[in-house]
Structure formats: C-alpha cells, structure tokens
C-alpha cells in the first residue's frame, strides 16, 4: 500500500509541474539567441583613399660637427666666435702651427738633402758600390715618408670648416693648450634644416622618401614645405617607432636647431575601397572578411593594399553593396546564421555612417 501511495505522489507532481511550466510565458530573447549571432553589418561603398598624419619633431641642422684639434697643444689663435657665418675650407683655429711648420720644413730639407745624395752617387756610375746607391735610394724614401708625416701634423693643426655653416660654440681661447681631439669649435649647417619625427610601425610602412609634407613651428608663424628623405629600415627596440627625416629648405634661417616642429604628410590615393583594419580576419592561406548574405555568415578572401593608419584599402574581394560584418565577426564560421541588429555604410572619413546623421 506504501508503494501505491509514493507512485500515486510522484504522478501528481509530475502533473503539478507540467502544469507549472506551460504556465510560464516564453522567453523570445533566448530563442532568438538560439537563432543565430547578433551582428552589425556595414555595406561597402567605394571612397577617397588618402593618408592623414600630424607628427611631432625636432630640427637639427643638415650637418652638426664638433671640430677638434687632431693633435693638440698650444692655440695660437682664433679665428671666429659665436655666431659667425663661415665658408667650406675656412680656418678656424690654429693649435701649434709653428711647431709643426717647423718640423715640415726639416722634413722637407731632409727629403732634399737626401735626394741631392742619390743624385751624386748616381752620377759616380761604377765608382760606387750596389750597396751604396741602395742605401742613398733607401734614404730618400724615408726622407719622403717623414716629409709627409710633417705635411700631415701641420694641416691637422688647423682646424678648418668641413662645410659652410654657422658658428654655434667655442671652446678655446688664444693662449690655452688644448688636449689631443677636445671639442674646440661646434658647426652647424642651417640651410636645409632637417625635422627627425618618430613614426608607429602602423603607419611608417605608408611613408615614402620624396613624399611632400608641410612643416610649422610655433616660434616661426608660417608653413614650409619640406620633403622625405629617409625612413629607417629598422625600429626602435624599445618604442617600436622608426624615424624619419624631413629636408626643409631654410635659406631665411627661420628654423633654428633644437626647435619643435610638426610635421604633416597628406596622400591622396584615388577612389577605392578602405575599410577599418579591425574588420579583417587573418588567416593561414591569407585575409579575409564575413559577409551577411540572406541570413548567413560567408566569407570572402581579400586582397590588401595600402595601410591608411587605422584603416586598410582592399585591392580585391569587395565591392560596392557587399554587407561586411564589423561586429561579431571573430566567432563566425561560415555558414553561420547571423541576426543583424545595426546597419551603416562604411565609410566616411574613417566612420560608419548609420542613417541620416547630423552635422
């Protein structure tokens, strides 16, 4: 009779919660999950491909060199100051000149010395032993050898201008004695003028050498145009940044070393197809993008081109109406079913446009 009773208990409950559940009304939010992955689909409409920088740098001159007496000693004079404009071959100091002038013109009166004794023994004939006119030849070549040794030490003591520029530091006066390769005079060529900036990975690779830029500073009011002349083949280990150098004509000299500057590089391209880099799936056998079609998740391979900063232009595989998915596209398999919940149309200045949007 006990086992009736539990059997008769269990049907009943059985019953309550049957009666329970249909009771409860129906989640349509979870069936709708149960449909497919809610995404945002943006459809593709060709644009104006360009590149946009604004990049922060400093100017430097085209050349800057700390100039220094080769030898050293004593500075016999000194030829200009601060500030001064010089022209290439130009003297700058003079360390020790009469030292080494003298020292030239012993060695030049041994060279002589010398060759008159080759030249007597020379004309002896068979008088004079092989060995004695080896011996004279060999002393020639040595006389010769220490004469251009002292032709040497006498043009190092004198510190003259590899290249026109400006004066911007010296270190010596008349009367001092200066050390073997201590700084004396800083030269700097100002015209051009060139602005180092430090570029991301992400957007080096779109810079070119012989690219226009334009080019301001705050000391100096007005915009110059300068060119690309060097973009480091490798970055920096710490900042993965490479530099790039920008030539600036600077005939007026309104740019000055050590000044801030930025630096903006445009680039038209044309019309084309630019979506956001994010959009896209890499693979193993190449890139690609999912597409909304009747409901589904389809992907398409695509061929990239130029890297606009955030944004990537497609050489191949899009074209204008294709529904890109831009959110939600990462878990997608293909064939997947897909609720589209946002649309727009890429792209705009880099945005998604979604309606009618104001201002």
């Known amino acids: 009779m006990t086992r009736h009773f539990v059997m008769g208990a269990l049907l009943l409950g059985l019953a309550a919660c049957t009666a329970s559940a249909e009771s409860i009304p129906h989640d349509n939010s979870s069936q709708v ?62 360390v020790d000149r009469a030292l080494y002038g003298a020292a030239y013109s012993q060695a030049e009166a041994q060279r002589d010395l010398a060759k008159v004794e080759l030249g007597r023994l020379q004309k002896m004939g068979d008088a004079v032993s092989p060995s004695q006119l080896s011996q004279a030849e060999t002393q020639l070549k040595v006389a010769e ?21 400006v004066v911007s530091a010296v270190s010596v006066s008349e009367g001092e004695v200066a050390g073997p390769g201590t700084p004396v005079v800083r030269l700097v060529q100002l015209d051009p003028a060139i602005v180092k900036v430090q570029v991301s990975d992400r957007d080096v690779v779109a810079i070119q050498p012989g690219q226009d830029v334009i080019v301001t500073a705050a000391a ?17 280990g710490n900042t993965r940044s490479f530099q790039v150098e920008v030539k600036v004509d600077n005939a007026d000299r309104v740019l000055l070393p050590g000044m801030v ?3 903006t590089i445009h680039r038209d391209m044309g019309e084309a197809i630019v979506v956001p880099q994010d959009w896209v799936i890499s693979r193993r056998d ?15 391979p695509v061929t990239l081109g130029q890297v606009l900063h955030n944004q990537v232009v497609v050489e191949d595989g899009l074209g204008s109406g294709d529904r890109v998915i831009m959110v939600g596209h990462r878990e997608l398999l293909e064939g997947d079913p897909v609720l589209v919940s946002r649309e727009g149309e890429c792209c705009t200045d880099g945005r998604v446009r979604y309606g009618v949007e104001e201002g």
Do not use: C, N
């Open 220 to 236: 100096i009011g007005q915009q110059l145009t300068g060119t690309v002349t060097h973009v480091s083949p490798v970055g920096d």
């Open 145 to 165: 050898a220490g004469l251009q040794q002292a032709s040497v030490r006498l043009r190092r003591a004198s510190v003259v201008a590899p290249f026109a520029g």
């Open 261 to 263: 500057s930025r630096v």
């Open 286 to 300: 190449g890139h690609g993008v999912f597409l909304e079609v009747d409901g589904s998740a389809a992907w398409r």
């Open 33 to 94: 999950a149960g449909r497919g992955t809610r995404v945002e689909v943006a459809t593709i409409q060709p644009t104006d491909a360009r590149l946009d920088l604004s990049l922060t740098g400093e100017v430097e001159g085209a050349e800057d060199a700390m100039l220094a007496s080769a030898l050293g000693g004593y500075v016999e004079s000194v030829k200009v100051r601060s500030g001064d404009r010089v022209s290439k071959g130009q003297l700058l100091v003079a």
